[in-house]
Nanobody
Framework: QVQLVESGGGLVQAGGSLRLSCAASGRTFSSYAMGWFRQAPGKEREFVAAVSNSGGITDYADSVKGRFAISRDNAKNTVALQMNSLKPEDTAVYYC?????????WGQGTQVTVSS
């Protein structure tokens, strides 16, 4: 079982930056790939970024490539999403997810609002 708590969301102007963090409980954090998804009002939840168990492999949605960076610290059981050059279309609730073959664990989400 993994419990995830996101933090770092807020209101920022277009062009600004935010850093989201996700703290995980449990002793098996390093066995999970970790990711971030987001859901805007009236839209389906969509993939944003993911990082492999070791942190050596990352993947990004085309819409955030070059602007967002995902990283993890297995010693601290945390995963972060650095978001730069934010756009109003990045406004959404951002969810942290721990992914395995058997199941995924989701956090409660943190709101990111980008004003134009």
């Amino acid at each position: 079982q993994v419990q995830l708590v996101e933090s770092g969301g807020g209101l920022v102007q277009a062009g600004g930056s935010l850093r989201l963090s996700c703290a995980a409980s449990g002793r098996t954090f390093s066995s999970y790939a970790m990711g971030w998804f987001r859901q805007a009002p009236g839209k389906e939840r969509e993939f944003v970024a993911a990082v492999s168990n070791s942190g050596g492999i990352t993947d990004y949605a085309d819409s955030v490539k070059g602007r967002f960076a995902i990283s993890r610290d297995n010693a601290k059981n945390t995963v972060a999403l650095q978001m730069n050059s934010l756009k109003p279309e990045d406004t959404a609730v951002y969810y942290c997810v721990a992914m395995s073959y058997s199941r995924n664990y989701w956090g409660q989400g943190t709101q990111v609002t980008v004003s134009s």
